[in-house]
């Protein structure tokens, strides 16, 4: 009796766990997956930002920024620049009475030559800008101010240019080409360089006008309507912007390549600044050979047909010649910002061993049990 | 057809509209009005039974979802911006273009919406179109129509099984007694059955019911939701009157068990439902980090206006500068340029549209992705699942997750919460003499210890003996293996599935006290037999209940069984087969306790002097008609195991555990009617008693009576049993004169506080003999009192009040509600979490302070102070006295670091008086300085008073858990109620915001994942208002150099991305899947929950400092870039990509400091986020070559990365913006590391070593190591320490609503 109750017990004690199982299997069970992701238990990388584990990050970072910092210190320092405003605020400037004078509507244009000299010859290509300063470009309003599809070469918006253009989309009825309030205020000095020899003479520096644009800009976003030939007819029925003085089909009549709107001075302009005071290239001058540096040093007179207006705006143009480094133009503000950075890593790192050696030894000799 | 003036339509609508709002219905039955058309319809003004769930229709769905959406602020002030951007004057980007992210948001929602709509549309129409029988006059029978033919005054039948389509008044069922079982399961989860009954003197009780003999007006109450509760009358043609509750209501949505058919009439259809009433959605709360939330983004607005306001006072003095009009400033389109006043006017405007993202529009559409997933996490937590339920954890509110992480104070209930609710039989006195149950004891302790192990899994099956084998062996055999199957697997599965609510061995089954045993086989072969006191007794405990007797094996055989099959098998003739192959019953009685190891011994001894003479005869008399005989005696070639088969049904567990033990004496209740009990006696005589009435149980009297007629002597006896206070003032005058009785009053009294003391819920059994005059002039009173219509309920009570007196004690019963498993060790990790515990108990003091001590929440050493009193001014002064003197105890200097563990106990009436108004501000003080408050003799609206009262006063986070009908008040009062999921039905866990379905889970619930959810949701909304802040910023340094003219540098459409895409998923995702430290350690370290507690991670001053943050390291983003490409020919977007990049990193770099832990998941994130961005701009910026002017990204962000210098501006500018916020992180870890801290130290040591330093801490904080103690050891209630400032015994009536729960009504008042 006792023994087969006993052994009642025992096969009573196999059925449930069989019966629960196949409970499980038959009638999906709501127990929850036991997986590292849904209980939360994926394996994982802690790190604790501590003074001990952030050491390296310090030094490290100091010991790259640093050389860094140097070589950009250094580049930019070999970059040779030559600024020359010629806006002619002051009364004893040449082109004082050519900004005084300027109105838009002037058909005779004003000229003068500012002379300058350079103390040290410029190597390889020199790169010519013209700056404005407080010109904003960046003005909302101003920015909206164009119709790139017209620009693209897209022959309804030539005729029927966007509302964007507003006041600058008709002209007596006409619409304009190119649209806007940006191409209206189209940069239109020339400036012309020449060096003045030894025995006085002027010898005109040859300037390039090509390349001056992004290419994608030049062959992809900017197009002529219907080709770079017969531009005149293909922008027949447009009128010019209103401050312009000739129309976009005549901006470079001796190149077809660099006409109309691919002209690339006016795509360097439609190409609005980011900030109030821009240079925007102007012309490059090209390294003749080894031997000889491209600009030399000594005197240079600058020729300007002074169109562009800037009082307005108490703006200023400038002239720049520079030359160009892998980094673009001269500028020792990243060289200095990452030997600062750098030195204030390596000095934070020796900050942070001292309070590693006072305070995470204690630390770790507290949490982990030798 | 025919045309109706719209007079008549409009008239017919208000007449509508007034009989539904009419207090009282009165419904006719529409057979007679049965196919004319509908105007001519009686009941046509109420609602049909067709249900519509569904917030939309298909052609108003955006309007109306529109509308619904519309209702959120953000919303509107979003598309006001949109709406802003079409005004030529001041918008800043292309109109169109502005409009996408908030169609994007608009529509996710909606297409959010429509889909849940879409889904309720589809229940509905299965819903409406399920089929039902409904009576046809044409037809002459019941015909199959849907739920939505079914229309108030129709007569509907419901078969086995079925689910009842409306409210019907229940008029006759297949049962002969007029009994119909539901199972309410769908409507509040409770799975025992409920019984119902016809509607008497209806129908004449011919077996089938005629429908269109019904002639009578039923007259009801408008609907309501009250599920307990329902008036109604039906007046019979001869103005007869009989009265109807909601006993004879068929609920929507139940089903018919154990009945084969029945027949109702419609009272409430459709919406009209007491379910459907009942059915109102998800609860919307806010947490209090939203709440929060909200008050910082209105400084985000602030922040927002004053940016603009410089924007524009900035415009104004920049046009003001200008000598006259430069080139670059564009007229409008007459050539008319505005005035630096009205340009600046409208410039504030374009500035809001600019910078509208720094309120952040995702960031409440992330807050709600991350709910989402905390929940899931939650939901899927495997230690949160009980296996024995086979619940999960369920969150209901979705949107207080991170409240769990603030918990301050914890009100708890007791009953079934702290404890299992599953009552054991422990002890009893009868007539002055006390019963131990030591075996029993012992057995429980052996049991409890199996129970921990959970190994051995108990069969209490007893062995069929194999003397008695017989004829029937196969069938008895198979039937008994199958129930075997299913007892195991509900030992392992105890109730939820629940065939039977109490179903452990440990309830069941109770060993007998010898001596007591001794004692009733004397007095059953004395002489006196029929009024032997120990015989009365267990004759009270079995019929003095309402516990429902079903087989276990027959009952609810949902599918297995035809209806057919059952129509010939109904309850009673079962019952007599069971009868009837009565035999060795207590043969197989007694086995029982050879399972238990110990124990066997010594019952085994008392078998064969137990053997019964088994002499039994009888038939039961189907007709209804009790009688009472001897049974033939069987000769034991029949088995019985189908004693065994009995279950017990009870609405509360005690009544169960009391049924129980009268079973293991021999007093097995084998059925019960409305009209009759069926007791077999020890001697194996089954007594019917004519059940007379039944006095049911209420909180007021606290006490439920049943008045029966003995078989025997034929006497009308009321037996009646209820709390002792409620008892003890009954009893009969004659008695008490009498020295022996009173010495028994005396002794048992002296029983019952020992009781208490240990910690057992004590119920006092009384009996009373109703002379024949006194019961005939009662009943006509009575009857009265039933069929009366305004203050039924108080007219019963009166009758039931007026037959309960002058009662004799029998005697007292101790039950043991046992602690559920690791209770103590969870109040302690709770209080180390810093959170004070309190219980709201409805037992006595004595009880609850029992209790107390074997959970932990009174400790040994603990200062206990006891209010209790009984007028107002005492309790002033008592809460004076205390408050001194605790105070004086705390500014003691010689007690600054040991302060006092004080707890205070407190009962019902002296909390009522605490909290009137001029004495809450001292309760609260005193309470606040209270390590634990036990609250005892509480009712369900105190719980809730105490918890808004300290809620309001002490502005904290409080959560309430309770399992009961008597929490819901509380749960609902809390910042977050818990509702469990254990015996007492589902309406605690239907009105609470999460339901669990054991008070242990709590700790994991609020430790781990309330920590997590919060510390996760807090960094991520700071981190999101930082990520707008920060980057919103860079447009706004660029003001000042494009002349306040709004000019954004980024292209407008990557700025949306940038929002959308490539910044949106890191933090959603470091919401939803960050963890700052592990789980074992946050319960391992209790304490560390502490950091959430109050203001927690998300202080005010989080907030401006990441705010602060997000300026200065905005202010790098941009002036870096800006330094560098200062003078240079850099055009406006080819200087905002390296700006847009450099935030990109930062944003994203910044939020990889802010991880803690880093899983496969956060790495894909991150670096997909920053391949996303490259990815898509470099594709956005080779595709577009004349599209979205002006910005035109064409080639922009190929022409940066050829660039060297791109990169090192990258880079620098990220490390320059992070070196602070890292620098910080990195002193603040070394110097003076929070506990968090070092709690991620610790968890990366292995986990022995951690386990060691875990406990080294817990002990070095104070914590000590939690012992395990169990109530069958209670340690002795030291009140010796105790501040007992109360001398006078607390006589208030006791409270009883814990052990009662389900009866807790709330009256109305009658209209008539």
Known sequence: MMASSYNAKEEDGHPPSGSSHGGAGAVKSKKPDNTAFKQQRLPAWQPILTAGTVLPAFFVIGLIFIPIGIGLYVTSNNIKEFEVDYTGVDIDRPCYSCAMNFSWNSTTPCLCSVEFTLQQPFESNVFMYYGLSNFYQNHRRYVKSRDDSQLNGDRSSLTNPSKECEPYRTSDGLPIAPCGAIANSLFNDTLELYHIDSNGTRNAIPLVKKGIAWWTDKHVKFRNPGGNNNLTAAFHGTAKPVNWRKPVYELDPLDNDNNGFINEDFIVWMRTAALPTFRKLYRIIQKKSSTTPTLPSGRYVLDITYNYPVLSFDGRKRMILSTISWMGGKNPFLGIAYITVGSICFFLGVVLLIIHHKYDTRNNSADIPS | ?1312
């Open chain 2, 1 to 1312: 057809m025919t045309w109706r003036s719209p007079l008549a339509l409009v008239r017919d609508y208000l007449q509508g509209q007034r009989a539904r709002e009419k207090d009282l219905r009165n419904l006719v039955s529409n057979l007679p009005y049965e196919g004319l058309e509908k105007r001519k319809q009686p009941n046509r003004y109420f609602l049909s039974n067709a249900i519509k769930t569904t917030k939309y229709t298909l052609l108003f769905f955006i309007p109306m979802n529109l509308f619904e959406q519309f209702h959120r602020l953000a919303n509107l002030y979003f598309v006001g911006l949109a709406i802003l951007n079409f005004v030529p004057a001041v918008n800043a980007f292309q109109p169109d273009v502005a409009l996408i992210p908030i169609c994007v948001i608009l529509s996710l929602t909606a297409l959010k919406d429509a889909w849940e709509d879409f889904r309720r549309y589809q229940s509905d129409r299965k819903l409406n179109n399920t089929p039902c029988f409904i009576y046809s006059r044409k037809e002459k029978q019941f015909v199959q129509r849907r739920w939505k033919d079914v229309r108030v005054g129709d007569f509907v039948k419901v078969v086995y099984n079925e689910i009842i389509p409306a409210d019907l008044l229940l008029l006759h069922t297949s049962d002969p007694s007029g009994v119909c079982l539901i199972e309410t399961a769908n409507l509040d989860g409770e799975t025992n059955l409920k019984q119902r009954t016809v509607v008497s003197g209806l129908c004449n009780t011919s077996p089938e019911f005629e429908p269109e003999s019904f002639n009578s007006i039923v007259v009801c109450e408008k609907p309501n939701n009250n599920l307990n509760h329902f008036k109604c009358y039906v007046e019979k043609p001869d103005k007869e009157k009989v009265g109807a509750g909601i006993e004879s209501l068929l609920l929507r949505g139940c089903t018919v068990r154990n009945t084969d058919h029945a027949v109702g009439f419609v009272v409430y259809a459709g919406h009209e439902t007491k379910s459907m009433l009942n059915n109102n959605g998800p609860r919307y709360k806010r947490s209090k980090l939203e709440r929060k939330l909200n008050t910082d983004v209105i400084f985000c607005v602030i922040l927002l206006f004053t940016m603009c306001l410089i924007g524009a006072l900035g415009h104004f003095l920049w046009l003001q500068a200008l000598p006259s009009v430069p080139p670059y400033l564009v007229p409008d389109s007459n050539g008319h340029l505005d005035s630096p006043s009205l340009s600046a006017f409208y410039m504030f405007f374009t500035m809001i549209i600019l910078l509208q993202i720094l309120i952040p529009i995702s960031l409440y559409v992330s807050i709600e992705l991350v709910k989402i997933g905390q929940i899931f996490f939650i939901t899927n937590d495997a230690d949160l699942y009980d296996d024995d339920t086979e619940v999960r954890m369920q969150c209901r509110a979705l949107n207080i997750t991170e409240d769990l992480g603030q918990i301050e104070y914890i009100f708890s209930d007791k009953t079934g919460t702290l404890t299992e609710n599953k009552m054991v039989f422990r002890r009893c006195s009868i007539v002055g003499t006390e019963y131990p149950h030591k075996e029993n004891a012992i057995r429980l302790a052996l049991l409890a210890e199996v129970d921990l192990e959970e190994e051995v899994i108990f069969n209490q099956h007893p062995q069929p003996p194999q003397t008695s084998w017989s004829l029937d062996a196969e069938d008895t055999n198979s039937q008994d293996s199958h129930r075997r199957g299913s007892r195991c697997k509900s030992k392992v599965a105890a109730s939820a599935q629940s065939d039977v609510a109490f179903s452990s061995p440990l309830e069941t089954e109770v060993i007998p006290d010898r001596k007591l045993l001794q004692q009733i086989s004397r007095a059953e072969s004395s002489s006196r037999r029929k009024t032997d006191p120990y015989l009365d007794f267990f004759l009270a405990l079995a019929i003095c209940n309402t516990v429902v007797v079903s087989m276990a094996t027959a009952q609810r055989r949902r599918v297995s069984v035809s209806p057919h099959a059952w129509q010939t098998n109904n309850a009673l003739d079962t019952l007599s087969n069971v009868v009837k192959n009565a035999g060795c019953i207590f043969t197989s009685c007694w086995r029982k306790p050879k399972r238990n190891r110990t124990v066997s011994e010594g019952s085994a001894l008392e078998d064969d002097s137990f053997q019964p003479p088994l002499k039994m005869t009888g038939t039961v008399n189907t007709n209804g008609i009790q009688t009472y005989s001897l049974h033939t005696p069987s000769q034991g070639d029949k088995p019985a195991a189908t004693l065994d088969n009995l279950r017990y049904e009870a609405e509360s567990p005690d009544e169960a555990a009391l049924v129980y033990a009268a079973k293991a004496y021999g007093f097995t209740l084998l059925a019960r009617t409305p009209d009759s009990v069926t007791v077999r006696l020890p001697s194996g005589e089954d007594l019917v008693f004519e059940v007379l009435d039944t006095l049911t149980f209420d909180s007021n009297r606290k006490r439920m009576s049943v008045l029966v007629r003995h078989p025997i002597t034929k006497e009308y006896v009321l037996y009646t049993k209820g709390a002792d206070s409620a008892i003890m003032e009954l009893l009969g005058t004659p008695y008490a004169e009498h020295l022996m009785t009173r010495n028994i009053a005396a002794d048992t009294q002296h029983h019952l506080d020992c009781y208490a003391k240990e910690g057992l819920r004590t119920l006092c059994i009384t009996k009373k003999v109703v002379s024949d005059n006194v019961y005939e002039s009662w009943l006509v009173d009575r009857q009265r009192a039933l069929a009366a219509i305004d203050n039924r309920e108080e007219l019963i009570m009166d009758t039931a009040v007026q037959l309960e007196k002058n009662l004799s004690l029998l005697g007292a019963t101790g039950i043991e509600d046992r602690l559920q498993e690791n209770v103590p060790d969870t109040i302690m990790a709770l209080r180390e979490a810093g959170i004070q515990v309190w219980v709201l108990t409805g037992d006595k003091p004595e009880t609850a302070v029992n209790i107390g001590y074997a959970c932990r929440l009174l400790e040994k050493d603990d200062l206990v102070i006891n209010m209790s009193c009984k007028n107002k001014l005492a309790c002033t002064s008592i809460l004076d006295c205390t408050l001194e003197e605790v105070r004086r105890y705390s500014q003691d200097p010689r007690n600054v670091d040991t302060t006092p563990d004080i707890s205070l106990v407190i009962d019902g009436c002296t909390l009522t008086m605490a909290m009137s108004p001029d004495l809450q501000e001292r309760f609260v003080d005193l309470a606040k300085r209270c390590r634990s408050v036990l609250c005892c003799r509480v009712t369900p609206l105190q719980k809730s008073r105490v918890v808004k009262v300290i809620r309001e006063k002490l502005k904290v986070m409080t959560l309430a858990v309770g399992d009961g009908a008597n929490d819901v008040n509380m749960i609902q009062a809390a910042d977050v109620g818990i509702g469990i999921s254990g015996q007492e039905g589902m309406q605690a866990v239907m009105a609470s915001d999460f339901a669990i379905s054991r008070f242990k889970h709590l700790k994991k619930l609020l430790l781990v994942h309330g920590h997590w959810c919060y510390t996760r949701l807090a960094n991520m909304i700071i981190y999101f208002l930082y990520k707008n802040v920060a980057y919103v910023n860079l447009l706004f340094w660029y003001q000042f150099f494009c002349g306040f003219s709004a000019t954004a540098m980024v292209d407008y459409w990557l700025m949306i991305f940038f929002n959308l895409f490539f910044t949106s998923v890191p933090p959603i995702m470091f919401g939803i899947m960050d963890r700052d430290v592990s789980a074992e350690m946050l319960l391992g370290v209790p304490e560390l929950y502490r950091t959430g507690q109050g203001a927690g991670q998300y202080k005010f001053s989080t907030f401006w400092v990441s705010i602060l943050d997000a300026f200065y390291q905005s202010l790098v983003c941009f002036f870096i870039p800006y330094l560098v490409y200062m003078d240079s020919d850099i055009g406006i977007f080819t200087f905002g990509t390296p700006l847009n990049t450099v935030s990109l990193f930062t944003i994203l770099v910044h939020l990889s400091i802010e991880i803690k832990t880093w899983t496969v998941v956060h790495w894909v994130v991150m670096f997909g986020s920053v391949a996303l961005y490259f990815i898509v701009t470099l594709a956005y910026s080779a595709i577009c070559v004349t599209c979205n002017p002006p910005s035109n990204p064409y080639w922009i962000l190929q022409n940066q990365m050829a660039d060297p210098m791109f990169y090192l501006i990258c880079i620098i500018s990220t490390v320059v913006a992070l070196l602070p916020r890292y620098m910080f992180h990195v002193l603040k870890n070394s110097i003076a590391p929070s506990p968090l801290v070092q709690a991620r130290h610790l968890d990366r040591l292995d986990s022995s070593t951690k386990e060691q330093w875990i406990k080294e801490w817990r002990s070095f904080r104070g914590g000590g190591q939690v012992k395990r103690s169990r109530l069958s050891t209670p340690p002795s209630p030291t009140l010796e320490n105790s501040v007992d400032i109360n001398p006078e015994t607390p006589t208030a009536a006791e409270n009883m609503e814990d052990d009662f729960t389900l009866n807790v009504t709330s009256q109305r008042p009658v209209h008539t």
